[in-house]
């Protein structure tokens, strides 16, 4: 049965526990940088320091259910941005810097009828809340009752209770801000990387007991992943000699205008699981006829023996592994869907099972203009590729791959983007 608390309730009255400081003062231990730079977030005079570039994430080791957060946040420009993530999946949301969360705003020098520098809290990428105050224009976001946050160079507190799928905020002693419903209600602390930088300070928490509960599950397995682009700039990738301009950066994300060359990790890789998300930008290729392929790997023969084949928006691309391009994990708008490896699948010298074992079981892409993740796997000679939540191959057995090397993103005639590229070796 839930216990429904006051927001102004401390933790320490319902448990008697004690508070567990999150920041050692000297290091990073416990925390995880998720998708910045190695410039973005450092420890420093008692402080974890971040430089507000490229948005990003910084989260705990370690995931949470009923707590109070309590720790003190200083921007150092008029206008500053940042925030805090609760009950936030591991890992950031396809094709964005943010992860699936409930945010508290950490913002000073903005005010709309929208949103503050108050300490709005707020519902992010597929989480939500429902807010104690309706927001003027219907949002899943509760706005602040009163203004109590100090200005530029000025230390703030904050006080984040997280207790049975409700959080309150209170700011400098006062209680603001909250919501109530909250999906989902268990998961990693985030610090966020906005634009601007900030400092944070004396980060302790304290938990409640854990409950049975729906919420009571395991996050997706996100340890171990370190990003393999840091959201800034080319840093560990190697540029094509004379196609250089083709590649850019677009936000938090590597733009490809579709013109030639290809981009190699300066990274030589084994034993792996890579994360990609990646989009189709700009015009295709135009329309095309291409083979329909059948489930074992050959192309489809219509009944008067004629290949079969179907119109398609010309789209390609691919991600190469171990710097081998036989070994592409494809990209493409052909009806079988990405995910094949057309090196093998096309390769008549290969065994018919290793041909079909290349073949995407299922059309998992998501329409043009979206955001698409890839988990790809390589144990050895075998592949496995999850696209948007659907194994599409299965240890597929690629003889002969190398047992070692770069990863490549293709260029092959179309505008792309890729970002939250995270390895994990």
């Known amino acids: 049965m839930s216990i429904l608390l006051p927001t102004c309730l401390t933790l320490a009255t319902v448990s008697g526990g004690g508070w567990t400081d999150l920041f050692n003062g000297k290091n990073l231990s ?28 910084l989260r705990t080791d370690r995931m949470y259910e009923d707590f109070i957060l309590e720790f003190e946040w200083m921007h150092h420009e008029a206008q500053g941005n940042a925030g805090v993530f609760v009950w936030s999946d591991a890992l950031p949301a396809p094709g964005v810097p943010f992860s699936k969360a409930i945010e508290v705003q950490v913002m000073i020098g903005v005010e709309t009828e929208n949103y503050t520098s108050e300490g709005d809290i707020f519902s ?21 009752s009163e203004a109590r946050t100090k200005g530029a160079g000025e230390w703030n507190h904050y006080r984040i209770e997280c207790i049975d799928g409700r959080v309150s905020l209170a700011v400098n002693g006062g209680v603001v ?23 944070f300070r004396n980060l302790r928490i304290m938990e409640l007991p854990e409950q049975t509960s729906p ?5 997706n397995d996100a340890a171990g992943f370190q990003p393999l682009f840091n959201g800034l700039d080319f840093t560990g990738w190697k540029k094509p000699e004379g196609h250089q301009d083709n590649w850019s950066i677009s936000g938090t994300a590597i733009a490809h205008n579709g013109k030639g060359g290809d981009l190699w990790s300066e990274a030589s890789l084994s034993e792996f699981d890579l994360i990609v998300d990646w989009k189709w930008t700009g015009e295709s290729q135009g329309e095309m006829e291409r083979a329909v392929i059948s ?31 036989k070994s592409q994990v494809n990209i493409w708008c052909w009806p079988v ?7 093998y699948r096309t390769d008549s010298a290969m065994p018919a099972e290793v041909r079909a074992a290349a073949t995407p079981r299922a059309a998992a892409d998501k329409p043009v203009g979206q955001w698409n993740r890839y988990f790809i796997r390589m144990r050895g000679e075998y592949l496995t590729v999850v696209l948007n939540g659907v194994t599409v191959i299965d ?31």
């Open 215 to 219: 919420w009571a599950i395991e996050a």
């Open 124 to 144: 992010i990428w597929g989480a939500s809340m429902t807010p104690d105050r309706p927001h003027p224009n219907g949002w899943a976001r509760c706005l602040p």
């Open 177 to 199: 801000s909250g919501g109530y419903d909250c999906n989902p209600r268990k998961g990693f602390i985030c610090l966020e990387s906005e634009g601007s930088p900030i400092d």
């Open 337 to 343: 869907g990405s995910g094949e490896v057309w090196g």
């Open 30 to 57: 416990g925390w995880i940088n998720v998708n910045g730079a190695t410039s973005t977030w450092r420890a420093e005079d008692g402080m974890i320091r971040c430089t507000g570039k490229p948005t990003c994430l």
């Open 295 to 325: 489930a074992d790997g050959s192309d489809a023969i219509n009944e008067d023996g004629t290949p079969k084949t179907v119109t398609i928006d010309e789209r390609d691309s691919g991600i190469y592994l171990r710097g081998n391009t």
């Open 395 to 425: 240890r597929a057995h690629l003889p002969g791959v190398p047992a070692k090397g770069p990863i490549g993103l293709q260029s092959h005639g179309s505008q792309i983007q890729f970002a939250n590229i995270l390895i994990r070796q």
